[in-house]
Each structure stands twice: as C-alpha cells, then as structure tokens.
C-alpha cells in the first residue's frame, strides 16, 4: 500500500475503462495523461490535481441512492473522497469512503468503473486545486428502508433519495450527472 500501488491501480483502472461517450474518453485520455506526468497524483499532497474516489451507493433494488450534503460544495452529492495512503488501490479508496460516509459497512463494490469527472475546488489543502474524480457504484445489501445510514462529520446531511425524486432547490443534486450515472449502474 502506497503512492505507486494507488497510482498503478489508477492508471489501469482508466486504462480498462470502455466508455462509448466520446467526452468521457477525453476526461479518461487527460486523467491518463495526468497520471503520467504526476507520480503522487493519487495523493491530497499533489496541488496541482488529485485522483479522487467517489462512490455512488444504491440500494440492493437500484431504486434509492445515498446522497450526502457536502458541506464545501453545499450540493447533494454521491459519498467519496481522497485516496489515502493506506488505501492499496482506487477501488478501496472508494470502498472506505462509502463505508465512512454512510456507516454501513454490508457494501459491495462493483469492479468496474462507473464514470470519471474532473472538477476545481478548494479541498483540505486549502488552495484552489483540482479533483479527478473516478467514480464506482457500490450496493447496500438491503432495500433503503432497511438499511440506516450514520452520518460523519465529513457531511451536513445524509439521506436516500428516490432515483426519480432526487433533491432540488439551491442545495440540489447534479441530477443530471446522478441520473446518467444511476441509469449506467442499473444497466449493467
């Protein structure tokens, strides 16, 4: 577990992405390209962009999805975060993200990458920086009303949300971005 193993992971995971989408091939070549040049890139430590994992978490029926309400993007947003050093791969970094986010710990990681989206923000390093974020789906072993999620003090709020009921208003879902990517974890 380090710097390289998440790094190696990263890079094959972008590198076994199929996607059809011709924008998200584009994020995969950057990303790709980032990873190339950055050998700390899996790290919070690289200012100028990091991978993140990000996991968006659906019920066993596929119908809910745990959205948290981040509280430096004020937005309902899917679970995730940094790579950790402990973290061997992505895929874990993800895992433990969801189950740190959520409390629950019966998850289940898809192997397959869900999405990946690049976007700036000012992290815990305090600077405007970028996140390259890879994206994973994760299932609860049970249907949402079955399943409590514990909040942490990484977020303001943590609820399920309905798939076709997402939140609105000004601290609103991407619920575009949640959809697409809900509808491509429930097709596979």
Wanted: one cysteine or more.
């Amino acid at each position: 577990m380090s710097a390289e193993s998440l790094h190696v992971s990263a890079t094959r995971v972008l590198t076994e992405w199929r996607t059809d989408d011709p924008a998200a091939d584009s994020v995969r070549h950057t990303m790709l390209a980032f990873l190339a040049a950055e050998p700390r890139a899996c790290l919070r430590e690289s200012a100028a962009g990091h991978i993140t994992a990000s996991a968006v978490v659906l019920d066993r029926t596929g119908r809910n999805v745990l959205l948290t309400l981040h509280p430096r993007v004020g937005r309902w947003l899917q679970l995730g975060g940094h790579c950790e050093p402990d973290d061997a791969t992505v895929r874990d970094a993800a895992l433990r993200e969801a189950r740190e986010e959520s409390g629950i710990d019966d998850l289940t990681l898809e192997p397959d990458l869900l999405d990946a989206h690049t976007h700036p923000i000012t992290c815990s390093l305090g600077v405007p920086t970028r996140h390259l974020d890879l994206r994973f789906v994760v299932r609860a072993a049970a249907d949402a009303e079955n399943v409590t999620a514990v909040r942490s003090a990484e977020s303001t709020d943590l609820r399920w949300w309905p798939i076709d009921a997402l939140p609105n208003g000004p601290e609103g879902a991407e619920r575009d971005a949640l959809r697409a990517m809900i509808e491509r974890a429930n097709s596979r």
